[in-house]
Protein backbone atom coordinates (compact mmCIF):
# COMPACT_ATOMS: atom_id res chain seq x y z
CA UNK A 1 0.00 0.00 0.00
CA UNK A 2 1.20 3.35 -0.99
CA UNK A 3 1.57 6.16 1.24
CA UNK A 4 -1.01 8.16 1.63
CA UNK A 5 -0.68 12.23 0.12
CA UNK A 6 -3.79 14.65 0.35
CA UNK A 7 -4.38 15.69 -3.19
CA UNK A 8 -4.65 19.57 -2.13
CA UNK A 9 -3.85 20.62 -5.75
CA UNK A 10 -6.96 18.89 -6.98
CA UNK A 11 -9.26 20.12 -4.01
CA UNK A 12 -7.85 23.41 -4.63
CA UNK A 13 -8.24 23.08 -7.66
CA UNK A 14 -12.51 22.23 -7.40
CA UNK A 15 -12.84 24.84 -5.00
CA UNK A 16 -11.22 28.05 -6.54
CA UNK A 17 -10.91 27.33 -10.08
CA UNK A 18 -14.27 25.40 -10.70
CA UNK A 19 -16.60 26.30 -8.04
CA UNK A 20 -15.16 29.74 -7.56
CA UNK A 21 -14.64 29.89 -3.38
CA UNK A 22 -14.76 33.71 -3.55
CA UNK A 23 -18.38 33.45 -4.07
CA UNK A 24 -18.14 32.65 -0.09
CA UNK A 25 -15.36 34.51 1.09
CA UNK A 26 -16.49 37.87 -0.19
CA UNK A 27 -19.48 37.68 1.62
CA UNK A 28 -19.64 39.44 5.28
CA UNK A 29 -19.93 36.00 7.20
CA UNK A 30 -16.96 34.86 6.16
CA UNK A 31 -14.96 37.44 5.88
CA UNK A 32 -11.98 35.62 7.76
CA UNK A 33 -12.11 33.16 5.05
CA UNK A 34 -8.74 35.06 3.17
CA UNK A 35 -7.69 32.92 0.17
CA UNK A 36 -4.30 32.76 2.18
CA UNK A 37 -6.27 31.46 4.84
CA UNK A 38 -7.74 28.67 2.78
CA UNK A 39 -4.81 27.32 1.56
CA UNK A 40 -3.12 27.01 4.41
CA UNK A 41 -6.00 25.23 6.40
CA UNK A 42 -6.17 22.87 3.20
CA UNK A 43 -2.25 22.32 3.05
CA UNK A 44 -2.20 21.40 6.91
CA UNK A 45 -5.23 19.56 6.96
CA UNK A 46 -3.64 17.05 3.70
CA UNK A 47 -0.27 16.97 6.23
CA UNK A 48 -2.30 15.74 9.37
CA UNK A 49 -4.74 13.29 7.21
CA UNK A 50 -1.58 11.63 6.02
CA UNK A 51 0.81 12.08 9.29
CA UNK A 52 -0.94 11.09 11.69
CA UNK A 53 -4.53 9.08 10.62
CA UNK A 54 -3.75 7.17 7.72
CA UNK A 55 -0.78 5.30 9.27
CA UNK A 56 -3.84 3.90 11.45
CA UNK A 57 -5.89 2.87 9.01
CA UNK A 58 -4.45 -1.01 8.64
CA UNK A 59 -3.72 -1.00 12.73
CA UNK A 60 -7.49 -0.50 13.01
CA UNK A 61 -8.68 -2.91 10.58
CA UNK A 62 -6.72 -5.39 12.13
CA UNK A 63 -7.12 -4.76 15.71
CA UNK A 64 -10.91 -3.47 15.74
CA UNK A 65 -13.01 -1.51 18.09
CA UNK A 66 -14.82 -4.09 20.67
CA UNK A 67 -17.09 -3.73 23.86
CA UNK A 68 -16.02 -5.40 27.24
CA UNK A 69 -17.86 -4.53 30.22
CA UNK A 70 -19.55 -1.43 28.98
CA UNK A 71 -16.67 -0.02 27.72
CA UNK A 72 -15.34 0.18 24.37
CA UNK A 73 -11.58 -0.07 23.76
CA UNK A 74 -10.21 1.63 20.46
CA UNK A 75 -7.37 0.26 18.34
CA UNK A 76 -3.75 1.38 19.57
CA UNK A 77 -3.07 4.74 18.63
CA UNK A 78 -6.27 6.25 17.92
CA UNK A 79 -7.01 7.87 21.05
CA UNK A 80 -3.64 9.55 21.17
CA UNK A 81 -4.74 10.86 17.60
CA UNK A 82 -8.03 11.95 18.59
CA UNK A 83 -6.45 14.27 21.57
CA UNK A 84 -4.26 15.98 18.64
CA UNK A 85 -6.88 16.24 16.40
CA UNK A 86 -8.71 17.93 19.79
CA UNK A 87 -5.55 20.14 20.38
CA UNK A 88 -5.36 21.53 16.70
CA UNK A 89 -8.97 22.63 16.66
CA UNK A 90 -10.14 20.55 13.49
CA UNK A 91 -14.12 19.79 13.83
CA UNK A 92 -14.41 23.34 15.23
CA UNK A 93 -13.61 24.98 11.45
CA UNK A 94 -16.84 25.80 10.19
CA UNK A 95 -18.68 25.90 13.24
CA UNK A 96 -20.82 28.97 14.57
CA UNK A 97 -17.72 31.18 16.43
CA UNK A 98 -20.64 32.29 19.49
CA UNK A 99 -19.92 28.43 21.09
CA UNK A 100 -16.18 28.76 19.97
CA UNK A 101 -16.21 27.48 16.51
CA UNK A 102 -14.12 29.34 13.68
CA UNK A 103 -17.15 30.44 11.58
CA UNK A 104 -15.22 29.40 8.28
CA UNK A 105 -17.09 28.27 5.36
CA UNK A 106 -18.49 24.53 5.44
CA UNK A 107 -16.98 23.77 2.03
CA UNK A 108 -13.47 24.00 4.27
CA UNK A 109 -15.05 21.92 6.87
CA UNK A 110 -15.47 19.43 3.80
CA UNK A 111 -12.01 19.51 2.52
CA UNK A 112 -10.54 18.28 5.63
CA UNK A 113 -13.06 15.92 5.53
CA UNK A 114 -12.18 14.01 2.31
CA UNK A 115 -8.57 13.57 3.92
CA UNK A 116 -9.77 12.37 6.88
CA UNK A 117 -11.23 9.93 5.11
CA UNK A 118 -9.34 9.07 2.44
CA UNK A 119 -6.35 8.31 5.37
CA UNK A 120 -8.65 6.64 8.13
CA UNK A 121 -12.46 6.31 7.03
CA UNK A 122 -13.19 4.52 10.58
CA UNK A 123 -11.52 7.06 12.34
CA UNK A 124 -13.37 9.92 10.40
CA UNK A 125 -17.35 8.89 10.90
CA UNK A 126 -16.08 9.70 14.40
CA UNK A 127 -16.14 13.54 13.68
CA UNK A 128 -18.76 13.40 10.94
CA UNK A 129 -21.35 12.41 13.35
CA UNK A 130 -20.45 15.17 16.13
CA UNK A 131 -20.77 17.43 13.22
CA UNK A 132 -24.49 16.60 12.75
CA UNK A 133 -25.30 16.35 15.64
CA UNK A 134 -24.09 20.17 16.29
CA UNK A 135 -26.03 21.10 13.43
CA UNK A 136 -29.04 18.98 14.83
CA UNK A 137 -28.70 21.41 18.55
CA UNK A 138 -27.60 24.76 16.75
CA UNK A 139 -30.93 24.39 14.41
CA UNK A 140 -33.64 23.02 16.66
CA UNK A 141 -32.02 23.37 20.63
CA UNK A 142 -32.77 25.74 23.33
CA UNK A 143 -30.59 28.44 24.12
CA UNK A 144 -29.82 26.88 27.38
CA UNK A 145 -29.09 22.86 25.45
CA UNK A 146 -27.12 24.81 23.22
CA UNK A 147 -24.76 27.31 25.56
CA UNK A 148 -24.32 23.92 28.07
CA UNK A 149 -23.28 21.24 25.32
CA UNK A 150 -21.84 22.95 22.31
CA UNK A 151 -18.42 24.37 23.51
CA UNK A 152 -17.05 21.06 24.39
CA UNK A 153 -18.85 19.42 21.64
CA UNK A 154 -17.48 22.05 18.50
CA UNK A 155 -13.86 21.53 20.43
CA UNK A 156 -14.08 18.03 19.95
CA UNK A 157 -13.68 17.40 23.68
CA UNK A 158 -17.01 15.81 23.56
CA UNK A 159 -18.35 13.39 20.63
CA UNK A 160 -21.91 13.51 19.21
CA UNK A 161 -23.76 10.11 18.01
CA UNK A 162 -27.13 9.51 16.07
CA UNK A 163 -29.57 6.73 17.47
CA UNK A 164 -32.48 5.75 15.09
CA UNK A 165 -32.58 2.44 14.46
CA UNK A 166 -33.83 -0.91 16.43
CA UNK A 167 -34.29 -4.37 15.61
CA UNK A 168 -37.39 -4.37 14.34
CA UNK A 169 -37.38 -0.05 12.79
CA UNK A 170 -34.82 0.23 9.93
CA UNK A 171 -35.89 2.82 7.50
CA UNK A 172 -39.36 2.89 8.52
CA UNK A 173 -38.95 4.71 12.06
CA UNK A 174 -42.99 4.91 12.92
CA UNK A 175 -42.66 1.86 14.44
CA UNK A 176 -40.08 2.39 17.27
CA UNK A 177 -40.15 1.12 21.15
CA UNK A 178 -38.21 3.26 22.90
CA UNK A 179 -40.16 5.80 25.03
CA UNK A 180 -39.58 9.24 26.57
CA UNK A 181 -41.44 10.07 29.49
CA UNK A 182 -41.71 13.42 31.38
CA UNK A 183 -39.38 13.76 34.41
CA UNK A 184 -39.86 17.29 35.39
CA UNK A 185 -37.03 19.16 33.20
CA UNK A 186 -36.03 16.16 31.46
CA UNK A 187 -37.33 13.28 29.92
CA UNK A 188 -36.20 9.68 31.29
CA UNK A 189 -35.52 7.24 27.93
CA UNK A 190 -35.78 3.59 28.09
CA UNK A 191 -35.26 1.55 24.95
CA UNK A 192 -32.55 -0.18 22.26
CA UNK A 193 -30.78 1.32 19.70
CA UNK A 194 -28.67 -0.72 17.12
CA UNK A 195 -26.16 0.00 14.62
CA UNK A 196 -25.00 3.32 16.94
CA UNK A 197 -21.56 4.35 15.39
CA UNK A 198 -18.90 5.33 17.70
CA UNK A 199 -21.66 4.83 20.83
CA UNK A 200 -19.39 4.24 23.13
CA UNK A 201 -15.75 4.48 22.72
CA UNK A 202 -12.25 6.10 24.87
CA UNK A 203 -11.47 9.20 22.81
CA UNK A 204 -13.30 11.49 24.44
CA UNK A 205 -14.49 12.56 27.76
CA UNK A 206 -18.35 12.85 27.31
CA UNK A 207 -20.76 11.67 24.33
CA UNK A 208 -23.58 13.37 23.33
CA UNK A 209 -26.39 11.02 22.12
CA UNK A 210 -29.30 12.64 19.97
CA UNK A 211 -31.65 9.87 20.31
CA UNK A 212 -35.15 9.98 18.33
CA UNK A 213 -38.12 8.44 20.56
CA UNK A 214 -41.34 8.78 20.76
CA UNK A 215 -43.55 9.88 24.02
CA UNK A 216 -44.72 7.41 26.06
CA UNK A 217 -48.77 9.08 25.14
CA UNK A 218 -47.67 10.28 21.86
CA UNK A 219 -50.12 8.92 18.59
CA UNK A 220 -48.47 6.28 16.57
CA UNK A 221 -46.51 7.08 13.71
CA UNK A 222 -43.86 9.26 12.51
CA UNK A 223 -45.70 12.58 13.98
CA UNK A 224 -45.28 11.34 17.29
CA UNK A 225 -41.60 11.47 17.15
CA UNK A 226 -38.93 13.54 19.49
CA UNK A 227 -35.95 14.54 19.64
CA UNK A 228 -33.39 14.03 22.52
CA UNK A 229 -30.27 14.98 23.82
CA UNK A 230 -28.97 12.10 26.29
CA UNK A 231 -25.51 12.80 27.19
CA UNK A 232 -23.36 9.59 28.65
CA UNK A 233 -22.23 11.89 31.52
CA UNK A 234 -24.67 14.17 33.19
CA UNK A 235 -23.43 17.47 32.89
CA UNK A 236 -23.86 19.93 36.30
CA UNK A 237 -24.42 23.71 36.03
CA UNK A 238 -20.85 24.45 36.17
CA UNK A 239 -20.09 22.50 33.13
CA UNK A 240 -18.33 19.85 34.83
CA UNK A 241 -18.71 16.44 34.04
CA UNK A 242 -21.42 14.65 36.72
CA UNK A 243 -22.61 10.82 37.11
CA UNK A 244 -22.96 8.77 34.73
CA UNK A 245 -26.16 8.45 32.91
CA UNK A 246 -28.37 5.51 32.91
CA UNK A 247 -27.26 4.01 29.28
CA UNK A 248 -24.49 1.34 28.59
CA UNK A 249 -23.03 -0.19 25.38
CA UNK A 250 -24.17 -3.67 25.48
CA UNK A 251 -22.08 -4.92 22.50
CA UNK A 252 -20.80 -4.05 19.11
CA UNK A 253 -21.34 -5.49 16.06
CA UNK A 254 -18.63 -7.58 13.68
CA UNK A 255 -18.63 -6.12 10.23
CA UNK A 256 -17.42 -6.68 6.77
CA UNK A 257 -15.66 -3.64 7.00
CA UNK A 258 -15.11 -0.16 8.68
CA UNK A 259 -13.91 -2.57 11.80
CA UNK A 260 -12.47 0.17 13.77
CA UNK A 261 -15.63 2.26 14.02
CA UNK A 262 -17.33 0.79 16.94
CA UNK A 263 -20.76 -0.28 15.81
CA UNK A 264 -22.49 -0.46 18.83
CA UNK A 265 -26.05 -1.69 20.53
CA UNK A 266 -26.86 1.24 23.14
CA UNK A 267 -29.24 0.38 25.75
CA UNK A 268 -30.98 3.38 27.34
CA UNK A 269 -32.89 3.23 30.99
CA UNK A 270 -31.64 0.07 32.34
CA UNK A 271 -32.62 1.47 35.78
CA UNK A 272 -34.37 3.93 36.22
CA UNK A 273 -34.25 5.68 32.80
CA UNK A 274 -31.85 7.93 31.33
CA UNK A 275 -31.81 11.55 31.13
CA UNK A 276 -32.65 13.39 27.96
CA UNK A 277 -33.14 16.76 27.20
CA UNK A 278 -35.77 17.28 24.46
CA UNK A 279 -34.33 19.23 20.92
CA UNK A 280 -37.26 21.06 19.26
CA UNK A 281 -40.59 20.32 20.10
CA UNK A 282 -42.37 17.08 20.77
CA UNK A 283 -43.84 15.28 18.16
CA UNK A 284 -41.15 17.17 15.65
CA UNK A 285 -38.38 14.90 16.39
CA UNK A 286 -38.04 13.58 12.53
CA UNK A 287 -37.88 17.18 11.26
CA UNK A 288 -35.18 17.63 13.56
CA UNK A 289 -33.36 14.77 12.84
CA UNK A 290 -33.30 15.42 8.98
CA UNK A 291 -31.22 17.94 10.02
CA UNK A 292 -28.55 16.00 11.35
CA UNK A 293 -29.29 13.23 8.77
CA UNK A 294 -29.09 15.84 5.66
CA UNK A 295 -25.72 16.53 6.84
CA UNK A 296 -24.54 13.04 7.41
CA UNK A 297 -25.91 12.04 3.78
CA UNK A 298 -23.73 14.79 2.32
CA UNK A 299 -20.60 13.56 4.17
CA UNK A 300 -21.54 9.85 3.60
CA UNK A 301 -21.04 10.89 -0.45
CA UNK A 302 -17.44 12.84 0.21
CA UNK A 303 -16.39 9.02 2.17
CA UNK A 304 -16.96 7.92 -1.23
CA UNK A 305 -14.77 10.42 -2.48
CA UNK A 306 -12.19 9.71 0.02
CA UNK A 307 -11.65 6.05 -0.26
CA UNK A 308 -11.98 6.36 -4.40
CA UNK A 309 -9.27 8.62 -3.75
CA UNK A 310 -6.89 6.13 -1.55
CA UNK A 311 -7.90 3.36 -3.76
CA UNK A 312 -6.45 5.20 -7.08
CA UNK A 313 -3.81 6.39 -5.34
CA UNK A 314 -2.77 3.11 -4.27
CA UNK A 315 -3.50 0.73 -7.88
CA UNK A 316 -1.43 3.63 -9.32
CA UNK A 317 1.80 3.75 -7.16
CA UNK A 318 1.44 -0.46 -7.79
CA UNK A 319 0.57 -0.17 -11.55
CA UNK A 320 3.96 2.03 -11.72
CA UNK A 321 5.85 -0.52 -9.90
CA UNK A 322 4.68 -3.55 -11.00
CA UNK A 323 6.57 -5.33 -13.87
CA UNK A 324 4.65 -8.04 -15.73
CA UNK A 325 4.44 -8.37 -19.60
CA UNK A 326 5.68 -6.58 -22.07
CA UNK A 327 4.97 -2.70 -23.67
CA UNK A 328 2.90 -3.03 -27.15
CA UNK A 329 4.34 -0.66 -28.95
CA UNK A 330 8.18 -1.67 -27.93
CA UNK A 331 7.96 -5.05 -27.24
CA UNK A 332 10.17 -4.31 -24.17
CA UNK A 333 9.41 -5.54 -20.49
CA UNK A 334 7.29 -3.10 -18.67
CA UNK A 335 5.08 -2.29 -15.66
CA UNK A 336 1.93 -2.48 -15.90
CA UNK A 337 1.21 0.89 -16.37
CA UNK A 338 2.30 0.33 -19.90
CA UNK A 339 -0.52 -1.43 -20.77
CA UNK A 340 -4.13 0.27 -22.32
CA UNK A 341 -6.53 -1.96 -20.64
CA UNK A 342 -4.59 -0.57 -16.87
CA UNK A 343 -4.96 2.80 -18.38
CA UNK A 344 -8.30 2.37 -19.00
CA UNK A 345 -9.46 1.15 -15.27
CA UNK A 346 -6.75 4.43 -13.77
CA UNK A 347 -8.61 6.97 -15.78
CA UNK A 348 -11.88 5.40 -14.85
CA UNK A 349 -11.17 5.59 -11.14
CA UNK A 350 -9.33 9.01 -11.51
CA UNK A 351 -12.46 10.13 -14.04
CA UNK A 352 -14.87 9.12 -11.30
CA UNK A 353 -13.37 10.61 -8.39
CA UNK A 354 -12.82 13.75 -9.81
CA UNK A 355 -16.75 14.13 -10.53
CA UNK A 356 -17.52 12.69 -7.20
CA UNK A 357 -15.40 15.64 -5.73
CA UNK A 358 -16.65 18.19 -7.84
CA UNK A 359 -20.90 17.37 -6.80
CA UNK A 360 -19.92 16.88 -3.19
CA UNK A 361 -17.97 20.34 -3.25
CA UNK A 362 -20.70 21.85 -5.09
CA UNK A 363 -23.48 20.91 -2.68
CA UNK A 364 -21.44 22.10 0.33
CA UNK A 365 -20.96 25.46 -1.57
CA UNK A 366 -24.73 25.24 -1.80
CA UNK A 367 -25.11 24.61 2.22
CA UNK A 368 -23.10 27.61 2.59
CA UNK A 369 -24.66 29.87 -0.06
CA UNK A 370 -28.40 28.91 1.42
CA UNK A 371 -27.64 30.36 4.98
CA UNK A 372 -25.36 33.28 3.74
CA UNK A 373 -26.05 34.39 0.82
CA UNK A 374 -26.49 38.08 0.34
CA UNK A 375 -29.93 38.12 -0.93
CA UNK A 376 -33.03 36.20 -0.20
CA UNK A 377 -33.35 35.32 -3.55
CA UNK A 378 -29.92 34.02 -3.95
CA UNK A 379 -30.34 31.83 -0.52
CA UNK A 380 -33.83 30.20 -1.59
CA UNK A 381 -31.81 29.24 -5.05
CA UNK A 382 -29.34 27.71 -3.17
CA UNK A 383 -31.60 25.89 -0.69
CA UNK A 384 -33.24 24.66 -3.40
CA UNK A 385 -30.11 23.52 -5.35
CA UNK A 386 -28.88 21.74 -1.39
CA UNK A 387 -31.54 19.86 -1.62
CA UNK A 388 -31.71 18.57 -5.27
CA UNK A 389 -28.22 17.67 -5.06
CA UNK A 390 -28.02 15.50 -1.72
CA UNK A 391 -29.75 12.38 -2.55
CA UNK A 392 -27.64 12.67 -5.46
CA UNK A 393 -23.87 13.18 -3.95
CA UNK A 394 -24.94 10.74 -1.57
CA UNK A 395 -26.46 8.03 -4.01
CA UNK A 396 -24.10 8.23 -6.92
CA UNK A 397 -21.09 8.92 -5.25
CA UNK A 398 -21.43 5.54 -3.05
CA UNK A 399 -22.48 3.64 -5.64
CA UNK A 400 -19.45 4.55 -7.70
CA UNK A 401 -16.82 4.03 -4.97
CA UNK A 402 -17.74 0.80 -4.63
CA UNK A 403 -16.84 0.34 -8.32
CA UNK A 404 -13.99 2.36 -8.16
CA UNK A 405 -12.75 0.20 -5.18
CA UNK A 406 -13.35 -2.84 -7.28
CA UNK A 407 -11.11 -1.81 -9.94
CA UNK A 408 -8.16 -0.91 -7.52
CA UNK A 409 -8.37 -4.62 -6.79
CA UNK A 410 -8.23 -5.84 -10.36
CA UNK A 411 -5.59 -3.18 -10.83
CA UNK A 412 -3.44 -5.36 -8.60
CA UNK A 413 -4.30 -8.64 -9.80
CA UNK A 414 -4.02 -11.59 -7.28
CA UNK A 415 -2.16 -8.81 -5.11
CA UNK A 416 -5.50 -6.81 -4.73
CA UNK A 417 -7.57 -10.04 -3.38
CA UNK A 418 -4.78 -10.57 -0.94
CA UNK A 419 -5.35 -8.94 2.69
CA UNK A 420 -1.98 -7.91 3.21
CA UNK A 421 -1.57 -5.25 0.49
CA UNK A 422 -4.52 -3.22 2.01
CA UNK A 423 -6.36 -2.89 -1.07
CA UNK A 424 -9.21 -5.07 0.06
CA UNK A 425 -9.83 -2.75 2.67
CA UNK A 426 -10.71 -0.08 0.90
CA UNK A 427 -13.10 -2.42 -1.09
CA UNK A 428 -14.88 -3.65 2.27
CA UNK A 429 -14.88 -0.19 3.85
CA UNK A 430 -16.29 1.40 0.99
CA UNK A 431 -19.42 -1.13 1.08
CA UNK A 432 -21.57 0.56 3.89
CA UNK A 433 -21.66 3.83 2.17
CA UNK A 434 -24.64 2.87 0.19
CA UNK A 435 -26.45 1.86 3.17
CA UNK A 436 -26.44 3.70 5.83
CA UNK A 437 -27.56 7.13 6.08
CA UNK A 438 -30.57 6.22 3.88
CA UNK A 439 -29.66 3.06 1.48
CA UNK A 440 -29.44 4.21 -2.18
CA UNK A 441 -33.11 3.33 -2.94
CA UNK A 442 -34.28 5.55 -0.50
CA UNK A 443 -32.27 8.50 -2.06
CA UNK A 444 -33.58 7.55 -5.31
CA UNK A 445 -37.34 8.12 -3.73
CA UNK A 446 -36.21 11.27 -2.27
CA UNK A 447 -34.86 12.21 -5.61
CA UNK A 448 -38.20 11.73 -7.47
CA UNK A 449 -40.48 12.26 -5.04
CA UNK A 450 -39.83 15.57 -2.61
CA UNK A 451 -37.03 16.97 -5.60
CA UNK A 452 -38.90 16.48 -8.97
CA UNK A 453 -42.56 15.76 -8.44
CA UNK A 454 -43.29 18.22 -5.15
CA UNK A 455 -42.27 21.47 -6.92
CA UNK A 456 -42.94 20.10 -10.29
CA UNK A 457 -39.78 20.39 -12.09
CA UNK A 458 -38.49 23.70 -10.99
CA UNK A 459 -35.43 22.78 -8.93
CA UNK A 460 -34.06 20.31 -11.65
CA UNK A 461 -35.08 22.57 -14.42
CA UNK A 462 -32.70 25.70 -12.52
CA UNK A 463 -30.36 23.08 -12.81
CA UNK A 464 -30.44 22.34 -16.33
CA UNK A 465 -30.29 26.05 -16.82
CA UNK A 466 -27.10 26.13 -15.48
CA UNK A 467 -26.17 23.30 -17.62
CA UNK A 468 -27.54 25.06 -20.60
CA UNK A 469 -25.31 28.16 -19.57
CA UNK A 470 -21.64 25.93 -19.81
CA UNK A 471 -22.66 25.11 -23.06
CA UNK A 472 -23.50 28.32 -24.52
CA UNK A 473 -20.58 29.84 -23.02
CA UNK A 474 -18.39 26.92 -24.48
CA UNK A 475 -20.05 27.34 -28.17
CA UNK A 476 -22.63 24.54 -29.31
CA UNK A 477 -19.66 23.32 -32.08
CA UNK A 478 -17.02 22.19 -29.29
CA UNK A 479 -17.32 18.03 -29.60
CA UNK A 480 -17.52 17.58 -26.37
CA UNK A 481 -19.55 20.12 -25.95
CA UNK A 482 -22.23 18.24 -28.52
CA UNK A 483 -21.81 15.06 -26.70
CA UNK A 484 -22.41 16.34 -23.52
CA UNK A 485 -25.89 18.66 -24.95
CA UNK A 486 -26.81 15.40 -26.30
CA UNK A 487 -27.22 13.31 -22.99
CA UNK A 488 -28.39 16.28 -21.04
CA UNK A 489 -31.44 17.22 -23.52
CA UNK A 490 -32.09 13.15 -22.94
CA UNK A 491 -31.72 13.67 -19.09
CA UNK A 492 -34.58 16.08 -19.47
CA UNK A 493 -36.59 14.28 -21.62
CA UNK A 494 -36.18 11.29 -18.88
CA UNK A 495 -37.34 13.88 -16.08
CA UNK A 496 -40.69 15.20 -18.71
CA UNK A 497 -41.46 11.53 -18.99
CA UNK A 498 -41.64 10.71 -14.99
CA UNK A 499 -43.52 13.98 -14.19
CA UNK A 500 -46.16 12.82 -17.04
CA UNK A 501 -46.44 9.44 -15.96
CA UNK A 502 -45.53 9.56 -12.08
CA UNK A 503 -49.83 9.12 -10.93
CA UNK A 504 -49.84 6.17 -13.33
CA UNK A 505 -49.47 3.83 -10.78
CA UNK A 506 -48.66 3.90 -6.83
CA UNK A 507 -45.17 1.79 -7.69
CA UNK A 508 -43.93 3.77 -10.65
CA UNK A 509 -41.81 6.15 -8.56
CA UNK A 510 -39.91 3.03 -6.80
CA UNK A 511 -39.76 1.50 -9.54
CA UNK A 512 -37.76 4.12 -11.62
CA UNK A 513 -35.81 6.06 -9.15
CA UNK A 514 -32.90 4.36 -9.00
CA UNK A 515 -32.04 4.57 -12.90
CA UNK A 516 -32.68 8.12 -13.16
CA UNK A 517 -30.43 8.89 -10.14
CA UNK A 518 -27.68 7.34 -11.53
CA UNK A 519 -28.37 8.94 -15.15
CA UNK A 520 -28.67 12.87 -13.04
CA UNK A 521 -25.29 11.51 -11.25
CA UNK A 522 -23.39 11.29 -14.48
CA UNK A 523 -24.51 13.87 -16.44
CA UNK A 524 -23.55 15.85 -13.21
CA UNK A 525 -20.32 14.50 -12.89
CA UNK A 526 -20.04 15.21 -17.31
CA UNK A 527 -21.27 18.72 -16.58
CA UNK A 528 -18.14 19.10 -14.36
CA UNK A 529 -15.50 17.35 -16.42
CA UNK A 530 -17.09 19.78 -18.98
CA UNK A 531 -16.47 23.11 -16.94
CA UNK A 532 -13.11 21.52 -16.13
CA UNK A 533 -11.81 20.95 -19.59
CA UNK A 534 -12.68 24.62 -20.23
CA UNK A 535 -10.66 26.04 -16.98
CA UNK A 536 -7.79 23.54 -17.99
CA UNK A 537 -7.16 24.57 -21.47
CA UNK A 538 -7.56 28.39 -20.68
CA UNK A 539 -4.50 27.77 -18.10
CA UNK A 540 -2.50 25.63 -20.58
CA UNK A 541 -2.60 28.56 -23.17
CA UNK A 542 -2.20 31.59 -20.70
CA UNK A 543 1.02 29.19 -19.22
CA UNK A 544 -0.55 29.05 -15.62
CA UNK A 545 0.28 26.71 -13.34
CA UNK A 546 0.95 23.21 -13.71
CA UNK A 547 1.00 22.24 -17.45
CA UNK A 548 1.06 18.89 -16.69
CA UNK A 549 -1.76 18.87 -14.01
CA UNK A 550 -3.89 21.09 -16.32
CA UNK A 551 -3.11 18.42 -19.35
CA UNK A 552 -4.47 15.28 -17.03
CA UNK A 553 -7.45 17.18 -16.85
CA UNK A 554 -8.22 17.64 -20.79
CA UNK A 555 -7.61 13.73 -20.53
CA UNK A 556 -9.71 12.74 -17.99
CA UNK A 557 -12.67 14.85 -19.26
CA UNK A 558 -12.52 13.45 -22.26
CA UNK A 559 -12.26 9.97 -21.01
CA UNK A 560 -15.18 10.72 -18.76
CA UNK A 561 -17.53 12.07 -21.60
CA UNK A 562 -16.93 9.88 -24.20
CA UNK A 563 -16.46 6.28 -22.19
CA UNK A 564 -18.16 7.00 -18.40
CA UNK A 565 -21.45 9.22 -20.13
CA UNK A 566 -22.58 7.04 -22.01
CA UNK A 567 -23.89 5.15 -19.27
CA UNK A 568 -26.72 7.69 -18.94
CA UNK A 569 -28.38 6.67 -21.92
CA UNK A 570 -29.02 3.07 -20.81
CA UNK A 571 -30.55 3.95 -17.02
CA UNK A 572 -32.65 6.95 -19.10
CA UNK A 573 -33.78 4.05 -21.51
CA UNK A 574 -34.30 1.80 -18.41
CA UNK A 575 -36.61 4.44 -16.83
CA UNK A 576 -38.64 5.16 -20.04
CA UNK A 577 -38.55 1.59 -21.43
CA UNK A 578 -38.28 -0.24 -18.27
CA UNK A 579 -41.06 1.34 -15.53
CA UNK A 580 -43.82 -0.79 -17.05
CA UNK A 581 -42.33 -3.84 -16.16
CA UNK A 582 -40.92 -2.44 -12.68
CA UNK A 583 -44.38 -1.84 -11.82
CA UNK A 584 -45.51 -5.17 -12.34
CA UNK A 585 -43.27 -6.90 -10.27
CA UNK A 586 -45.38 -8.71 -7.06
CA UNK A 587 -43.54 -11.64 -4.37
CA UNK A 588 -44.82 -14.02 -6.06
CA UNK A 589 -41.66 -13.19 -9.26
CA UNK A 590 -39.37 -13.94 -6.89
CA UNK A 591 -39.78 -17.87 -6.21
Same mark, same amino acid.
Given at each position: ????????? #????????? @???????????????????????????? *??????????????????????? +???? =??????????????????? @???????????????????????? %???????????????????????????????????????????????? &??????????????? /??????????????????? +???????????????????????? *??????????????????????????????? #??? +?????????????????????????????? %??? !? $?????????????????????????????? $????????????? &???????????????? *??????????????????????????????????????????????????????????????????????? &???????????? =???? #??? %?????????????????????????????????????????????????????? $????????? +????????????? !?????????? /??????????AQAKIESQVGDTQ???????????????????????????????????????????
Amino acid at each position: MADYKAPVS #EISFVINDL @LDIDQLTSIADFAEATPELVDAVVEEAG *KFAADVIAPLNRIGDIQHSRASN +GEVK =TPDGFKEAYKMFIENGWLS @LAQPTEYGGQGLPFTLHMAASEFW %NSANMALAICPMLSAGAIDALVAHGSEELREKFLPDMISANWSGTMNL &TESHAGSDLSNLKSK /ATPNGDHYLIKGQKIYISW +GEHDMTENIIHIVLAPLADAPAGV *KGLSLFLVPKFLVNQDGSLGERNDLTVVSTE #EKL +GINASPTCIMSFGDNDGAVGYLIGETGQGL %NCM !F $TLMNHARLEVGLEGVGISERAYQDALDYAK $TRVQGRNPETGEP &TTIIGHPDVQRMLMQM *KSMTDAMRAICFDASMSHDLRGHANSEEERQYHSTKFALLTPITKAWCTELVNEVTSLGIQVHGGMGFIEE &TGVAQHYRDARI =TAIY #EGT %NGIQANDLVGRKLLRDSGAGFNALMAEMNATIDSLGATIGLVIQFAKYKDALQQ $TAHYILENS +GKDARFEGAIGFN !FLMQMGYVCG /AWYHLRSFEIAQAKIESQVGDTQFYANKLLAARFFINQMLPRATAYGDAVIAGADIGCEFSAAAFS
